[in-house]
């Protein structure tokens, strides 16, 4: 018969394993029950794993376009808030040019409304929103319209140019340069117009034509955005330019009325374009809201079937956290216990 030894030394080593395997089953335990997933999906899911990276890809992909529609959405409000200010402004102007053809005072209000109306649409094309100029287009960092009244304004120096060109070409008289209402026309249309439709916008705006584009659904996209160079705002920087300019008492009763009435065309057009931009604003954020309700949608069906396929029992994951945490402290006692026997303490 053969006896066999065990010391305490094997013991200690024994229960030292067991309390590290404790340990890592215990992180894993805690894992599982901070976040309710399975901490290995690898080892839980074995050949369905691809499927779960697969759908949770996708997840986040949702996430990230539902977070951008936000965004998008903001901005989207903040052009109708803007468009809104706009609009109420030109319409201002176009009741005052109702009456604008008789007398200094008449003249001298229009005028001043005019100046605001301008002022009133550089200061609401030129604002933001998180850093960014909302209608600059697709350049957001540049400021969309140059102030006018500013100093060294490159719009102001093209009019002034225009103006003496205009002198230059016709001979006219500079104390009474517009005797007739055909002459008025001349000037507006030859000298003026092209400052606003064509080239000689880029003294005015540094935005782009192009709009942002916003993916809104896995599938879709949408322009988010509007741009300074909008007809509407051309017009309407047309009509109060050559109002601050050239309005005043001293007109000819004729060229006066030519002035005003083609102003009068000019904003009401700008309004009518106006709309047409609110318009659109509204169809995209109609469009981006129903893209981000199918989005969550969407997003909760695939999070039920990332919970069913990888999710933990809360209250198993409790229990089991629970009882390895008694385990490990058990293992901890008996090991310290073993660690405090000798063969001295065994022989006193």
Excluded: C
């Excluded at 006896?3 to 599982?32: G, P």
């Excluded at 850093?131 to 287009?137: N, S």
């Excluded at 009019?159 to 001349?186: E, I, R, W």
């Excluded at 318009?279 to 997003?299: F, H, P, Y």
């Amino acid at each position: 018969m053969k006896a066999s030894f065990v010391s305490s030394s094997s013991i200690n080593q024994a229960m030292r394993y067991s309390m590290m395997k404790t340990q890592a089953a215990l992180i894993t335990a805690q894992k599982e029950q901070a976040t309710g997933f399975v901490a290995d999906k690898g080892l839980a899911l074995g050949a369905s794993t691809s499927q779960s990276v697969t759908f949770n890809r996708e997840l986040e992909r949702m996430k990230g376009i539902t977070a951008s529609n936000a965004l998008a959405t903001a901005r989207l409000t903040a052009t109708q808030n803007a468009l809104d200010q706009v609009s109420k402004a030109a319409q201002s102007l176009l009741s005052i040019l109702h009456t604008a053809t008789s007398g200094d005072s008449t003249a001298s209000i229009t005028k001043a409304t005019a100046v605001d109306t301008l002022k009133t649409m550089t200061s609401v094309l030129n604002s933001g929103l998180n850093g960014e100029y909302i209608f600059a287009g697709v350049n957001t960092d540049a400021k969309p319209i140059n102030d006018y009244t500013a100093p060294g304004s490159p719009a102001k120096a093209a009019y002034d140019a225009a103006y003496a060109q205009y002198l230059a070409d016709t001979g006219a008289n500079t104390a009474d340069p517009f005797p007739t209402a055909a002459d008025m026309d001349s000037f507006i249309n030859t000298y003026v117009e092209p400052q606003f439709t064509g080239a000689g916008w880029d003294n005015w705006s540094n935005a782009s034509d192009q709009s942002i584009g916003s993916r809104i659904s896995l599938n879709e996209t949408t322009e988010t955005s509007a741009s300074a160079n909008n007809d509407g705002f051309r017009k309407l920087a047309m009509a109060t330019t050559m109002i601050t300019e050239l309005l005043s008492g001293e007109l000819p009763a004729d060229a006066r009325k030519a002035l005003v009435d083609r102003a009068w065309v000019l904003v009401s057009d700008s309004i009518g374009d106006i709309v047409d931009l609110q318009s659109k604003m509204g169809i995209a954020e109609k469009r981006v809201t129903d893209a981000t309700d199918r989005l969550n949608t969407q997003a909760g069906l695939i999070e039920k079937h990332i919970l069913a396929t990888e999710g933990v029992d809360p209250l198993e994951a409790s229990t089991r956290v629970s009882d390895l945490i008694s385990h490990y402290d058990t293992s901890l006692a008996i090991t310290a216990r073993i660690q405090q026997l000798s063969f001295l303490k065994f022989m006193s």
